[in-house]
């Protein structure tokens, strides 16, 4: 149980375009998601919190306009990446909460961005 | 404020050693947790254990152990006998506050395993 997906895995585009990226959970409904960004090498930098039904809460330093969530469903939260640049070349991870233990989540498989 | 610190950037260990993952954390809460995700090549991240505040009971899965010691704020990760398959990167994260979501990352090791 507690499967996370996204999709896609991987994906190039050009500069200046949108990109989205989904974030399902498979085998639970999920209220609250979250979007890490992790570049080569590095850590996992917490991005947003997506609620379900509400508007995400986004971290400090994180362009809420650029960076669009949507938490539209107990089992789906998209990221679009709006006008993206090559410095927005990233892995993305989203994660879901699994009941009530705080810190407790389940991870995505992530998906590779790379902007050219 | 809360933060994780693993100082080990990379660790290279011949395979059957063991080896001990160092990771030290920061909280002012009396309520955390604490746990520790193997990221392989692939990316997906993988859960490996968690651990509250209140439990310092040592834990120990297999080839793997973990050693929590509140009075040096540590919760080091030790694989015996390691194998290449164990070849990744080790994230140690904390989770603090009655209620709270965030996970705070370490910087991650990086481990390798030469056969």
């Known amino acids: 149980g507690a499967v996370v997906s996204q999709h896609p895995s991987w994906v190039i585009c050009k500069s200046g375009t949108s990109v989205k990226i989904e974030c399902r959970s498979l085998d639970f409904q999920a209220t609250t998601m979250f979007w890490y960004r992790q570049f080569p090498k590095q850590s996992l930098m917490l991005m947003a919190t997506s609620n379900e039904g509400s508007k995400a809460t986004y971290e400090q330093g994180v362009e809420k306009d650029k960076f669009l969530i949507n938490h539209a469903s107990l089992t789906l939260s998209t990221l679009t990446v709006t006008s993206a640049h090559p410095e927005d070349s990233s892995f993305y991870i989203c994660?879901?909460?699994?009941?009530?233990?705080?810190?407790?989540?389940?991870f995505g498989p992530g998906t590779r961005l790379t902007v050219t | 404020a809360q933060k994780v610190t693993q100082a080990q950037t990379e660790i290279s260990v011949v395979e059957k050693e063991d080896v001990t993952l160092d990771c030290v954390y920061e909280t002012r809460d009396t309520t955390y947790y604490l746990f520790w995700y193997k990221q392989p090549p692939s990316g997906e991240l993988v859960f490996l254990i968690r651990r509250n505040s209140f439990d310092e009971q040592n834990e120990i899965s297999g080839r793997y152990s973990w050693n929590f010691q509140k009075s040096t704020s540590s919760f080091n990760f030790t694989i015996t006998a390691s194998q290449v398959v164990d070849s990744a990167v080790y994230f140690c994260a904390l989770s603090a506050g009655t209620g709270a979501n965030n996970l705070f990352f370490g910087t991650g090791t990086r481990l390798t395993v030469i056969p």
């Open positions: 994660s879901a909460r699994v009941g009530q233990t705080p810190g407790e989540q389940y």
